[in-house]
């Protein structure tokens, strides 16, 4: 991939939407949400603090996390469907 995230912010490729409930109902596309579900594809330096040096980012490339749903920007890039984070907008890492 040719992009290359600034300061504290990630790429991500957000994965499927469930296509069924818990109880086994299938989900017709009008009634899927968003993903808010993705895996980290690349991650910037980090944050710039004050004193001029970098903060070490707490993600790396191939974390799944989970975000808001409406949080960074949807961008297309080779016809894939990404999304930019900054790292305050993670709110989980799969364990």
Request: hydrophobic content about 40%; aromatic content about 4%.
């Amino acid at each position: 991939m040719k992009l290359k995230p600034l300061d504290d912010r990630i790429v991500v490729r957000p994965l499927a939407a469930e296509e069924k409930t818990a109880g086994g109902v299938i989900l017709p596309d009008s009634a899927k949400e968003k993903p808010n579900k993705g895996k980290v594809v690349a991650v910037g330096p980090g944050k710039l603090t004050d004193s001029g040096d970098r903060a070490k980012p707490s993600l790396g490339k191939g974390d799944v996390v989970f975000y808001g749903k409406y949080a960074g920007t949807e961008i297309k890039v080779a016809g894939e469907e990404l999304k930019i984070l900054r790292e305050s907008d993670v709110l989980a890492v799969e364990a």
